[in-house]
């Protein structure tokens, strides 16, 4: 589909699970480097009950890169979801959002007559750990090469150890999905490096605060946190359980940054939720 920003036209992927004339909608929508695969289980379970939409956010995995770095941020990411709901032809969406992908949502949902009508907030909320932000700076916009997917995923275990526990084939997925051949034949990341210049620009001094977002949210929230999350920490995700939509709060343990809902508990703590709200 086609989306505008302010400086021209882009195109944004995605892919849709189930079946198209269903209107009830669910909107997945990934991590700041990650894709719409990432939701292939999730999708998969949830395709039978639901029209599932899960795009590639702008500058990621098969959407075009912004002519802008600076347009790399929130409000642009809502304004292209919002025309993906055009699209999509639906008065009202379900959401889960991993990381990023939970901050498009809580922004769009925290508007006055969102299209919002379930919330899944994964391992993100109001508070965002200046840690976890410049852990992530660390490795955000580095470009290696590898020649093999081996060699891929070596480097995709080690800067995703916060996911917890996988599988071997798991793994794998979670590399295939991560990865591109370039011009030479190289492996490269899908995102556009770029990414990382206006995201290392406005790094803050100090945790970011969004409670004014938060509390303007209605509809039904569920909040996930890895146990060892160091993005949320588990005093902001119980504030979040008392305040605003009073979130259910769901922690998974042995994971961190953030659940991957590649395994099928965490599939059932959001299909559980979002089937038991529609009841």
């Known amino acids: 589909m086609q989306c505008i920003s ?91 959002g991993t990381s990023l992908g939970g901050l498009v949502g809580m922004a769009l949902a925290a508007q006055a007559g969102s299209p919002i009508k379930r919330l899944v907030l994964n391992d993100v909320g109001p508070v965002i750990a200046k840690v976890a932000l410049e852990r992530i ?12 997917m081996d060699e891929a995923e070596k480097y995709i275990r080690a800067v995703s150890a916060p996911f917890g526990p996988h599988t071997e084939a798991q793994w794998r997925f979670l590399t295939e999905t991560f990865v591109r051949k370039d011009a030479q034949g190289k492996l490269r990341a899908h995102y556009d490096p770029r990414i990382a210049d206006e995201y290392k620009r406005t790094l803050p001094a100090s945790d970011i605060e969004l409670w004014y977002l938060y509390d303007a949210i209605q509809c039904p929230t569920m909040v996930l946190r890895g146990a060892q999350s160091d ?15 009073k979130a259910k709060v769901v922690e998974i343990a042995g994971v961190g940054h953030a659940p991957t809902l590649l395994n099928p508990d965490q599939v059932a703590i959001v299909r559980d939720f979002l089937h038991g709200e529609a009841s």
Request: hydrophobic share 40%; aromatic share 8%.
């Open 6 to 96: 302010p400086k021209g036209l882009h195109r944004i992927a995605y892919l849709e699970w189930g079946d198209p004339r269903n209107k009830d909608v669910l909107v997945c929508v990934h991590g700041l480097a990650r894709s719409s695969r990432d939701f292939d289980e999730l999708a998969r379970a949830l395709c039978g009950h639901f029209r599932v939409a899960c795009p590639d956010l702008a500058g990621r995995g098969d959407s075009d890169r912004l002519a802008d770095s600076a347009l790399y941020v929130v409000p642009q990411y809502v304004s292209d979801m919002v025309t993906l709901i055009a699209r999509l032809d639906a008065e009202s969406v379900n959401w889960v």
């Open 137 to 148: 700076a660390s490795y955000l916009g580095q470009t290696p090469a590898f020649n093999t």
């Open 231 to 245: 993005l949320l920490s588990r005093e902001t995700a119980q504030a979040m359980g008392s305040r605003g939509p």
